[in-house]
């Protein structure tokens, strides 16, 4: 699947109606992301059960400031509708196809059952 452009009236149901989302939040003016952007289109042509999606933050300031994105380019990862991972840089190529390795893999009952705990350690305070 070829990359797309995200949206505040789109990313909601992106992330909504899809297992795993990546997330590229970049700018025009920003050298990082000019250099990141081909990877993360040649590794989503490899992965088309994922959404490999973009968000220019220039365009889409109020989904970037929703994120907190502070530096740019920064990857966003959703998997079952729960944030797993927030990172700013570029990723190299072999870097970005690890990371959709472990995201897989991710045994995400784990992960609800770890935020579950939290929002009851929370509540007890």
Wanted: glycine share 4%; with cysteine; hydrophobic share 45%.
């Amino acid at each position: 699947m070829a990359t797309v452009d995200l949206a505040l009236d789109t990313i909601e149901s992106t992330i909504e109606d899809n297992d795993i989302v990546l997330i590229d939040f970049w700018a025009d003016w920003c050298g990082p992301c000019k250099m990141f952007a081909p990877t993360f289109e040649k590794v989503s042509e490899e992965y088309p059960k994922i959404v490999f999606a973009k968000v220019d933050t220039e365009a889409h300031q109020e989904l970037a400031a929703q994120f907190q994105i502070r530096s740019i380019p920064t990857l966003v990862v959703f998997r079952d509708q729960i944030g797993i991972f927030s990172q700013p840089g570029a990723l190299p190529e072999e870097g970005l196809r690890d990371l959709i390795v472990q995201i897989e893999g991710l045994d995400m009952d784990g992960v609800r059952a770890e935020i579950a705990k939290e929002k009851s350690e929370a509540a007890a305070m």
